[in-house]
T-cell receptor, first 112, second 113 residues
């Protein structure tokens, strides 16, 4: 049973607009959440993370929001750029150093 | 600083053959993980080493998969004998002890025909 779900397999956004990628999880023991970005033929690259004690973390154009009561997190990219086109994976873990549980990924296309 | 390196980048083998994948983690990273992504699906955990010890191998599919980490440095993942359903991209990741963010290698694409 998948514990981390990304229900949108793909998303297209105009350059300069906001991209919102969503992720839901089922395990209330998860206390650390991450977003990874993946280009074709490359491994996932860490993008941004958030601990369960926070509800928002911002890094430049990237912001992650966590809603623990809804078991939902989202990644906002603003403004979106063509170079942001990639597959984005949501991941969660329960405890430091433990395995990540990944979603199936959302393919983002930013249209110039 | 070198990142996580995986060899080979691609491997095509016949069903029943043996394949060994190698991962060189970032120097000094005690945690080493193996993950696998089957086409279009999620990236699934296989196992976790802390130095040379297996911390968690709950994701290993069956006893055809054998992972080792010699001296707490590089790791190998052997599949013997390979089956068609073993096809996928195998990722290795490493992290420092006490850190949650893991750095991934580029992956090995394994195709069993």
């Amino acid at each position: 049973d998948q514990q981390v779900k990304q229900n949108s397999p793909s998303l297209s956004v105009q350059e300069g607009r906001i991209s919102i990628l969503n992720c839901d999880y089922t395990n209330s023991m998860f206390d650390y959440f991450l977003w990874y970005k993946k280009y074709p033929a490359e491994g996932p690259t860490f993008l941004i993370s958030i601990s369960s004690i926070k509800d928002k973390n911002e890094d430049g154009r990237f912001t992650v929001f966590l809603n623990k009561s809804a078991k939902h997190l989202s990644l906002h990219i603003v403004p979106s750029q063509p170079g942001d086109s990639a597959v984005y994976f949501c991941a969660a873990s329960a405890g430091t150093g433990n395995q990540f549980y990944f979603g199936t990924g959302t393919s983002l296309t930013v249209i110039p | 600083e070198a990142g996580v390196t995986q060899f080979p980048s691609h491997s095509v083998i016949e069903k029943g053959q043996t394949v060994t994948l190698r991962c060189d983690p970032i120097s000094g990273h005690d945690n080493l993980y193996w993950y696998r992504r089957v086409m279009g699906k999620e990236i699934k955990f296989l196992l976790h080493f802390v130095k040379e010890s297996k911390q968690d191998e709950s994701g290993m599919p069956n006893n055809r998969f054998l992972a080792e980490r010699t001296g707490g440095t590089y790791s190998t993942l052997k599949v013997q004998p390979a089956e068609l359903e073993d096809s996928g991209v195998y990722f290795c990741a490493s992290s420092q002890r006490g850190n949650t963010e893991a750095f991934f290698g580029q992956g090995t694409r394994l195709t069993v025909v």
